[in-house]
């Protein structure tokens, strides 16, 4: 049991290739199933969809228990946001069977696990100077993406009723990127007060993050890196010193090849 325990902390944690491939697998497992998520949220549950909904939430059960158990503060990963993510998703896989309302829209929480991973962002922040670049930029849009199809599922559930399939969904995500930019066409409203709130709370939220991400997206272009004197964690691409304290710094880059 102790090397099984070890095998998967390294899996999880581990600097290796192989736990660093275990890590990208996972992550595109999540993409997949939050495309899945996203397909499959317009359309009327089958037997085929909720065996299988059933078998994707018992699959994101085993890399719940696994990070569970190779946690050193259990506390503080059951405090994560991907992790209340994942916990919210299972329990609208598994539960969805043996009640009537639709909460498919929660299910595109799982976007949050794409990027919002500790391991995962160490390794790309080591890996990837395109991520080291963008990072914020890169995080602002993944919350912009799963507040848009939470949202948009959301709409969809509220306002629609379950034989609108595909038309309808479409018809939610206008509605929602509509009211998030504040456009306003009036083609598309929501006449109840619970609805009204919820176009309000688009708006609120949806710019909040729209500004964040065009923000991050035209701010000038810094890395984060920490310095190891005084803590500063951003700085030009090409500093070799800490514009604070003047310490010294290993800023890893590609080079510049030149022509």
């Known amino acids: 049991m102790e090397e099984l325990h070890r095998t998967i902390r390294l899996l999880y944690t581990g600097q290796s290739l192989r736990a660093r491939r275990f ?12 495309a899945y998520f996203i397909v499959t949220a317009a359309l009327p549950a089958t037997p085929v969809t909720t065996a299988l909904n059933i078998g994707l939430g018992l699959l994101i059960v085993l890399d719940l228990a696994a990070r569970f158990w190779i946690s050193h503060n259990l506390r503080r990963e059951l405090t994560r946001i991907y992790t209340i993510a994942d916990l919210v998703v299972v329990a609208s896989l598994l539960l969805a069977p043996l009640i009537t309302e639709n909460f498919a829209f929660l299910r595109v929480l799982r976007g949050l696990r794409l990027i919002h991973a500790y391991h995962l962002l160490r390794d790309l922040r080591r890996e990837s100077l395109f991520f080291r670049r963008h990072e914020d930029a890169i995080l602002a849009a ?4 799963v507040f848009v199809f ?9 306002a629609f ?9 479409v018809d939610a995500l206008y509605f929602t990127v509509a009211t998030l930019t504040t456009t306003g066409f009036g083609d598309i409203t929501m ?6 709130l919820l176009s309000v709370f688009i708006m609120v939220v949806g710019v909040a993050l729209f500004v964040q991400l065009a923000r991050a997206i035209f701010q000038p272009s810094k890395i984060k890196y920490k310095c190891p004197e005084c803590g500063l964690n951003r700085h030009e691409p090409d500093a070799i010193h800490c514009k604070h304290c003047g310490e010294p710094l290993k800023i890893e880059t590609e080079g510049n090849s030149g022509t």
């Open 150 to 158: 939470v949202t948009t599922s959301f709409v969809f559930v509220l």
């Open 142 to 145: 993944v919350n912009l993406f």
């Open 161 to 169: 009723d379950g034989e609108a399939g595909i038309a309808g969904y």
């Open 23 to 34: 890590r990208y697998g996972l992550i595109v497992f999540d993409a997949l199933t939050i």
């Open 191 to 196: 006449t109840t007060p619970g609805g009204k």
